[in-house]
């Protein structure tokens, strides 16, 4: 009660004054009444405010137009540079903004004035001082610019995941179709400057942190689970493109002398699973709609997907190494760390084709799948995947498990697939694999180098040419 009481005087000064400073310390009493709404970690898993903010009508009739006054001055000044004292005001005014979106009624609303679009002017710039490196801004404190800046992304998930889903996945919740048709309230509208603005945050990105990186993937996802008809427009080839790109630099690694130190982790990158997560849910959503709807089709996103799978980056690497040594002298070599990690990735990606299977058009996807030509990419990966081990021996537990998630999402592509679908939907370039009489020794003439693979590929190869003959192409 004192505070609301406190809250009124101040704004009356606001008002009698016209005096900015007390408009901002109206802002900071506002914001420390509700601090536990401003849960912009997106790592954390989602939970429910305590005091729950009010509703915009009552809150000052005219605080609404406040906002957008002081957002685009600020707006205005941030190309020239902000003042410390303005960037404050304007952290202030996202704060404030993410706070009453926390009341969800409020979100629809909010979603469709101009702020969305002051907040990403503002963000952009700062991100691109943040991508560009010399000397000078080296010795810059960039903290408050990359405060803004996850600030500004968590506005972006209030507004288009309101309900926190993509959280509640991420931290292994799956809300259930009950609960999901419980939520009241939709999310805002997208904005039609996301996909230009998360396009352009990873172009000549390579000195952005890697932390804000993941925000970004975060918000991505955010949108994705938030909402079917957002999720529609933000899936398109230039977003496709950023998460595929973001997936080979970690399957291909970093040739810079500075990232050296990533080269000795074994673990696969947080960045490289939350775009596996991304890619879970576009494929997921992408089913869930028609095909005049969609800007990107399935087939076309699991292509590049099994492109990047059965990808040799030690070839890459190397190219790129020979390219930069003249400049820059010795450049690291790739060790037993990058080829246990490159395992771990494949194994990653293979669960993730298995998650993608956990939807509701499960018959649907795996036709496409079949259409997709995808065991003869299973296959392809069973034969290269011996290459790993020769060169990196520690990654045999790692390598065995990649053979068994491979034939176990074989087996769950086809496992429920209707008879009467399956004709059409075998790749005719399967016939070449189903030997009249094929035995293991011919088989195992062509992989020697792993006996395991081998014997997999024989229990795939054995299982497709069953399946076939009961099911022969018309």
């Known amino acids: 009660m004192a505070s609301n009481e406190r809250l009124y005087e101040v704004w009356m000064l606001y008002c009698t004054k016209r005096d900015p400073d007390y408009f901002k310390i109206w802002l900071e009493i506002f914001i420390s009444s509700y601090e536990q709404c401003l849960d912009v970690d997106f790592e954390k898993p989602p939970s429910r405010p305590e005091e729950v903010p009010p509703v915009l009508t009552l809150l000052p009739d005219n605080i609404l137009q406040v906002l957008r006054h002081q957002l685009l001055q600020c707006v205005q000044k941030a190309s020239d540079g902000l ?4 960037q404050n005001l304007a952290l202030l005014l996202l704060k404030f903004l ?3 979106c926390r009341n969800l009624s ?6 469709t004035c101009s702020y969305i679009n002051h907040i990403i002017t503002m963000t952009t710039l700062y991100i691109q001082q943040l991508k560009s490196r010399t000397k000078e801004k080296e010795m810059m404190d960039h903290s408050q610019a990359e405060d803004f800046v996850r600030h500004s992304l968590a506005f972006c998930e209030s507004l288009y995941d309101p309900y926190r889903n993509w959280r509640h996945r991420t931290s292994r919740e799956q809300l259930g179709t009950i609960e999901r048709g419980r939520q009241k309230y939709k999310a805002a509208p997208l904005t039609v400057e996301f996909v230009p603005f998360f396009y352009q945050c990873f172009q000549e990105s390579e000195h952005l942190k890697e932390s804000l990186k993941c925000c970004l993937l975060h918000l991505f996802g955010a949108i994705v ?8 427009l933000a899936i398109s080839p230039a977003t496709m493109e950023v998460l595929m790109r973001v997936l080979a630099d970690s399957y291909m690694g970093s040739c810079s002398s500075d990232e050296a130190e990533d080269w000795e982790s074994e673990a696969v990158s947080r960045m490289s699973l939350l775009t596996l997560g991304c890619l879970r849910e576009v494929v997921q959503c992408l089913l869930a709609s028609s095909s005049d709807q969609r800007q990107v089709e399935i087939a076309s996103v699991l292509e590049n997907y099994f492109k990047l799978l059965n ?3 030690a070839a890459v690497v190397a190219g790129k190494q020979q390219q930069q040594q003249p400049a820059k002298g010795q450049v690291p070599t790739l060790g037993r760390q990058w080829e246990i990690r490159f395992v771990a990735l494949q194994v990653q990606m293979l669960d993730t084709i298995r998650d993608m299977f956990l939807c509701s058009d499960r018959p649907v996807l795996q036709a496409i799948f079949l259409n997709s030509n995808c065991f003869e990419h299973l ?10 081990n020769a060169r990196c021996t520690a990654a045999d537990k790692d390598q ?6 491979r034939l176990q999402t074989g087996e769950r592509d086809t496992q429920v697939l209707p008879k009467k679908s399956h004709p059409n939907y075998l790749p005719c370039s399967f016939p070449h694999l189903l030997l009249p009489d094929p035995t293991p020794t011919e088989t195992h003439a062509t992989l020697q180098q ?7 590929l024989i229990n795939i190869s054995n299982w497709i040419r069953r399946w076939w003959k009961k099911h022969p192409a018309v």
């Not at 296959?379 to 790993?388: A, E, M």
């Not at 065995?400 to 998630?405: E, G, Q, R, S, V």
């Open 379 to 388: 296959i392809r990966l069973l034969q290269n995947s011996k290459l790993v």
């Open 106 to 111: 409020n979100v629809e609303e909010i979603g």
């Open 311 to 313: 990808s040799d980056p």
């Open 98 to 100: 993410i706070i009453i």
């Open 400 to 405: 065995k498990d990649i053979t068994n998630n």
């Open 83 to 86: 003042e410390p004292e303005q």
């Open 225 to 232: 689970a938030g909402d079917q008809r957002n999720a529609l």
């Open 450 to 456: 792993d006996h395991l693979i081998a014997m997999r």
